[in-house]
């Protein structure tokens, strides 16, 4: 009977992580479209020196995110790794976090009536170890150099 009721409460928790997991992915693909076709205007280059004339001054910009992995992606991520293969589950995570980074730091040099950012780069890093070291939660520090020419 409690092997049951455990592999019932199992499988209860793997369905409602994958609807709520996806509901909430969903939800936060739709805020990165609308706010990236806002933010369309300033440019995000990596490119390291500036060819702009008149630029008055610089500023630094940053955008940082800490994004958590769901429960169901997690438990999809472990089987996949018993034979190998990509992790689709964690490049959506991934993807997601990079995103929203480079959208705060857009918001960031919006602030500052910037509209080019040069120079941008990424830190990524886990910062909360589930059990076996396996990935908690992640962090995307996204920074660079916003132009002021006005």
């Known amino acids: 009977m409690d092997f049951y009721f455990t592999l019932g409460s199992f499988i209860v928790f793997m369905v409602l992580g994958y609807i709520f997991g996806s509901l909430a992915e969903r939800r936060h693909y739709k805020s990165i479209q609308e706010r990236e076709e806002r933010y369309r205007n300033i440019v995000v280059i990596a490119q390291r020196f500036p060819f702009v004339p008149n630029v008055r001054r610089t500023v630094l910009v940053t955008g940082s995110v800490v994004i958590s992995v769901d429960y169901f992606k ?52 886990s910062i909360s170890k589930g059990a076996k070291d396996r990935i908690g939660s992640i962090e995307v520090l996204a920074y660079g150099t916003a132009l002021i020419t006005e």
Do not use: C, P, W
Not at 89 to 98: F, G, N, T, V
């Open 74 to 125: 997690r438990f999809v991520a472990t089987l996949r790794m018993l034979v190998g293969g990509r992790l689709t589950s964690y490049e959506s995570l991934l993807d997601r976090a990079r995103r929203e980074a480079i959208l705060r730091l857009q918001a960031q040099a919006d602030f500052y009536h910037s509209t080019q950012v040069y120079n941008i780069k990424f830190e990524t890093s």
